[in-house]
Structures are given as C-alpha cells and as structure tokens.
C-alpha cells in the first residue's frame, strides 16, 4: 500500500514538474515576443522622432531670378513683364509641398500628426498665396475693373483657398497642384508674343491694392504677437469715424493675451507669413521696377524686404520662450513683433508714397 502510495506521489511529482517547465518555457517565449514588440516600438519611435526633427526645418529663401528663369526654360528674352511675380507665387507653392516631409497641415500619422510647428508655418504660407492670387486675378491681370478677369487665374485661385488640413477626397495637396497647374498655364500664355488674352499690369493702383490686404495682414500678427504677455488695451474701435456704429458693445478696457499654448503656433504663423512675403515683395520689385523708380519707392520697398528677412534668423532655443518684456528669458514673440511692427509701419508709408500723383 505504501509502494503505491510512493508511486503516485513520484509520478505526480514528475508531472507538476513536467507542467512547471512547459510553463517556464512558453513564458519565456512570450517575454522574448514581448521584449522584441518593445523594441520595435522603442525604434520605431527614436525614428519617428528623427523624422519629425528633419521635418521641422524651414526652407531656406530662395533665389527668385533663378525660379523665374527655370519657369521659362532658362530664356532671357522670356523675363517680361509679371513672369517675376508670377514664378515667385509658383516656386512658394511648390515649396510648400515638396519641402522636407511634404506638406504637414493635414497628416493624421506619425510623425506629422505630432507636430503644430510646421503646419503653423505652412498656414502663414498658405494665407498669403491666397493673397496674392486673389491679387493677381482682380488687380493686376485686369487692366480695368470692368475688363475681365484671366481664365486660368479665375481657376487657380479658388484651388488655394481649399481647406488647408483636408486630407481625403480630395487631399489638399491635389487642390493646390491643380492651382499649380493653371498658375503655370497663365505664365506660358504670358509669355508668348503670339498671345495677347494675358497681360500683367504694372501700375502703382494694382500695387496698391494687394499692399492694402498685406498690411492689414501684418497688423493683425503684429497685435497677436505682442499678447503673449499680455496688453491692457483701450477700445479705439470707433476712434475718429463720428457717428460710426458697431453691431454689439465692446468693452472700454480688456486684457488681450495670446494662451500658452498657442504663443508658438503665433511665432511660426509669423515666420511663414513673412517667408513667403518676402518672396512676393521681392519678385514686386522685379515686376514693378519702372513704378517704384518713377515714385521714388524702390528703397522704401527694399528696407520691408529687409525687415522680413530679419524675421528668417536662426532660432537657437528649443522652444518659444515667453519670457516678461524686461525679465531674464527672452520673448520670442516680441522680437518678432517688432521686425513686423517696422514692415507693416514702412507699408503703409509705402502705400501712401504710391497714392500721390
């Protein structure tokens, strides 16, 4: 009886340790799946964030006569009239989409999902491309305002004010490459001396014109910028306009201040906007060199081109700091408030030196 007893015991023994090894074993396979799933994820993150780091990096300004002269072939002879502005409006597109990382504002995956930076910049971008078109089809194509409007500009510029964060049927890169497309179709027909049906108007009212969209546009940065601190501000709404209404009360005094979390969403937009300005007042000079020398405006032009290339430096800080105005930490809003507060105050001097006669 003992014996059996014994026997049993051995073997059940024998069994639990066999059983005790089989779980070990497929314990340890699991850990060995679950260290590489941890792993990969660990890799996969150190390379999206290396990704996202590269795409982070703004392009650099570019070289408008070499954009031009690659818009029409590399011929000289092709330069006329409005090809400047033009390739400059092109050349900002097609930067904005084939930059590293492509265009950001609408990706729904890592790394681009992660990043507010760029897509802040490219919106900055984006608002002045629809400036200018809009510029472009009711200005300066249109030699009177009851002539009409070029075909492929009254295309084009609906393309650019697509939504900028679609990113399926259609995706807002396809809208923009088709106003790509008829951009460059109105360039070609600019171009040909065999074609009369597109012109480009160089007078000191169309210049006039699109610089009035722009300053206010640089007005309204400069406003947000400088909230980051936070302003105690009077209501001058109605300042000067006797007998002028506004549809609801405001307040006589109010704390304007741009929210932590979106003092560097400001900053890029800034940047952006400013990049792609820089661009566009560059190729105006180009287009419009006979003008401004008539007005004698030419330098007047280039100090706000220089104000804007100002907003270009380098930005060492990791983030956007948000320091007091006269504390330890620097504002990075400030500074560049302050290089946009000049170029929209040169503006409108600008604007007023095109007026007189």
């Known amino acids: 009886m003992f014996k059996k007893i014994s026997g049993s015991t051995e073997g059940l023994k024998q069994v639990v340790e066999t059983r005790w090894q089989d779980f070990k074993s ?10 590489f799933g941890l792993m990969g994820v ?9 990704v996202g780091v590269y795409w982070s990096f703004e392009p650099d300004l570019m070289d408008l006569r070499e954009k031009a002269l690659a818009e029409v072939g590399g011929e000289e002879d092709r330069l006329v009239t409005g090809v400047a502005t033009t390739a400059s409006l092109i050349s900002v597109v097609d930067t904005l989409l084939h930059k590293p990382g492509g265009y950001l504002s609408n990706d729904i995956a890592p790394p681009g999902v992660w990043l507010d930076n760029i897509p802040n ?5 984006v608002i002045q491309v629809r400036d200018l078109a809009k510029a472009m089809r009711e200005a300066f194509s249109r030699s009177q305002s009851q002539s009409t409007e070029d075909k492929d500009l009254a295309l084009a510029e609906p393309q650019f004010n697509f939504d ?20 460059r179709s109105y360039l070609l027909r600019l171009t040909d001396e065999e074609q009369q049906n597109a012109q480009f108007y160089t007078r000191a009212d169309n210049i006039n014109y699109w610089l009035g969209t722009v300053e206010t546009r640089l007005g309204s940065l400069s406003q947000r910028l400088s909230a980051s601190v936070g302003q105690r501000r009077l209501n001058t709404d109605l300042d000067g306009t006797p007998g002028a209404h506004q549809s609801t009360r405001s307040p006589k005094d109010q704390e304007i201040k ?11 937009e800034a940047r952006g906007s400013a990049w792609a300005l820089t661009h566009f007042l560059k190729a105006i000079e180009m287009d419009f060199a006979d003008v401004l020398e008539k007005k004698n405006a030419r330098v007047s032009l280039q100090q706000i081109i220089r104000e804007l290339e100002g907003t270009q430096q380098t930005v060492y800080s990791p983030m956007i700091l948000n320091g007091s105005g006269f504390g330890m930490l620097a504002n990075h809003s400030l500074v560049m408030a302050n290089y946009i507060s000049r170029a929209h105050a040169a503006i409108i001097d600008l604007r007023d030196l095109l007026s007189r006669g």
């Open 164 to 183: 900028n964060r679609s990113w399926l049927l259609p995706p807002t890169e396809k809208e923009y490459r088709e106003g790509m497309k008829y951009l």
């Open 258 to 268: 741009t929210g932590f979390f979106e003092i560097d969403d400001v900053f890029y």
């Open 26 to 35: 497929d314990l340890s396979e699991s850990n060995r799946w679950i260290r």
């Open 42 to 50: 660990a890799v996969y993150l150190l390379i999206a964030v290396s």
């Open 121 to 125: 910049w490219e919106y900055g971008v």
